[in-house]
């Protein structure tokens, strides 16, 4: 199993940036992909996830800023961050469920300028 994170950096609040996730070499069937985050001295955290069939659940934090999409043909999940804030500061992960396990990216940092 490879998950292929990227699009992480550091950017001033307000600003945008997009990650992607790309995962490969995956046996079972993917049922759903998200991002979560993890913040220095805070537990990992829900940002957002997105079903096969589309369906989206985002944290209280990010409705109407960040946007969850995927591409199943390349088992591809993005995230659009807009209206970056300061606490949205944190290592994001990207996270692969099937029908048998979820699997874990390495992380990408976001770091927000105040």
């Known amino acids: 199993v490879q998950l292929v994170e990227s699009g992480g950096g550091l950017v001033q609040a307000g600003g945008s940036l997009r990650l992607s996730c790309a995962a490969s070499?995956?046996?079972?069937?993917?049922?759903?992909m998200g991002w979560y985050r993890q913040a220095p001295g805070k537990q990992r955290e829900l940002v957002a996830v997105i079903t096969t069939g589309g369906s989206t659940n985002y944290a209280y934090f990010v409705k109407g800023r960040f946007t969850i999409s995927r591409d199943n043909a390349k088992n591809t999940v993005y995230l659009q961050m807009n209206s970056l804030k300061a606490e949205d500061t944190a290592v994001y992960y990207c996270?692969?469920?099937?029908?048998?396990?979820?699997?874990w990216g390495q992380g990408t940092q976001v770091t927000v300028s105040s």
């Open positions: 070499r995956i046996t079972f069937s993917i049922t759903s």
């Open positions: 996270n692969v469920g099937t029908t048998r396990y979820a699997y």
